[in-house]
């Protein structure tokens, strides 16, 4: 078995899939973040507000984009900067999985009266949603929320088809989050149905808007639908971000890193550390100390000094995911399992490489994307 190494400049290290040291002692995700910082150069707001003009202009459809909001920072702040310094009429969209938190909705309620944009929620089926995400946790795979996070790339293409919108500002900024190794984060709509086909009941999903990469890409290359992650061109502070929304807006904090959804907290603070041996804040930590926000010391100590979750919490999530004891201690004693255990679209994703770097080049591709599932 190979030594335990860990990066020179960040905190990942050996146990985290797919890292690798180059001779000098930097990891790969280093690598892909310098490399990442030279394509999303950070531009005065001018020159944005210049470059973006044209999707007004051009436009002849009431909206000129959608946005995507959970009710968190990243989020709630690019909506303020697509209305209030871009100058567009935004279509403002949510996701609805049913564990949103109270505070989460208050944020979303407070941002869209002040700024008076359109809003629609995408409401799931609850029990659909219940028995996808079931079938995740089942399976024993780091990714449990995967459902939740292609269920918002499928109602935000879905939404540009019904009300042909061409462009999509998300909250998504690579500085502060950082990027998910593939195996903690497999975002795939093959992978969620070899997991619900094998782990789930196999009942019809109502309304849950799946789609596979071959629709994304179709969407992307032929319906010409733009992703704009645009914290990733602004000198984008988290912290000072959040303290101008509760200045601004009314924003309330949640504490923690996409802690707006109360499942994300129970998989990122109890499933994934208990029951598969990692914390995956070690990403975003480490995209910090890149970017000097701080320093190795100052993010183990943050690692380390974490308070486990309140068991109250952790039965109530236990209970609305409908997961009995039984069923808790047989995912316990199982095997870890990943998407490569399932069918999933990596093999076609991997067969088309070459396509996907040529649409990296014409910038119909997020590069983001392209490391994360291609290299
Ligand atoms: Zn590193």
Known sequence: MDSFKECKVCILNSSVPEFRLDSSGTCNYCEDHKKLNSIYKIEEEKILVEKFKKLREKNSNKYDCLVGISGGVDSCYTLHFVKKILNLNPLVIHYDDGWNTEIASKNIKNMISKLGVDYITYVNDWNDMQKLYKS??????????????????????????????????????????????????????????????KYGDNSKLENYPNINFIEIAYNIYFKRIKTIPILNYINYSKEN?????????????????????????????????????????????????????????????????????????????????????????SIINSKPKNYKNFFTSYNIISKFKFILKLLVKMRLFNPILYNKYVK
Request: charged share 25%; with cysteine; net charge positive.
């Open 241 to 329: 971000a959040k303290k101008f929304l509760i200045n601004e807006y009314k924003f309330e904090d949640y504490g923690g890193y996409h802690f707006e959804n109360s499942l994300s907290k129970f998989i990122n603070k109890y499933y994934n550390k208990n029951f598969l041996n990692f914390d995956r804040d070690i990403i975003s930590l480490s995209a910090k100390i890149r970017e000097g926000k701080l320093s190795k010391n100052e993010a183990k100590q943050i690692l380390n000094n974490e308070k486990p979750l309140d068991q109250n919490f952790v039965n109530y999530c236990l209970m609305k995911l409908r997961i009995n004891e039984i069923e808790l201690q």
């Open 136 to 197: 995740f946790f089942l399976a024993k795979v780091p990714d449990p929320g995967v459902p939740g996070d292609l269920g918002i790339f499928g109602a935000i293409f879905k939404t540009c088809n019904q009300e042909n919108i061409k462009n999509v500002f998300f909250g998504q900024s690579f500085r502060t989050e950082g990027t998910q190794p593939r195996e903690w984060s497999f975002i795939d709509g093959s992978y969620v149905k070899s997991i619900y086909k």
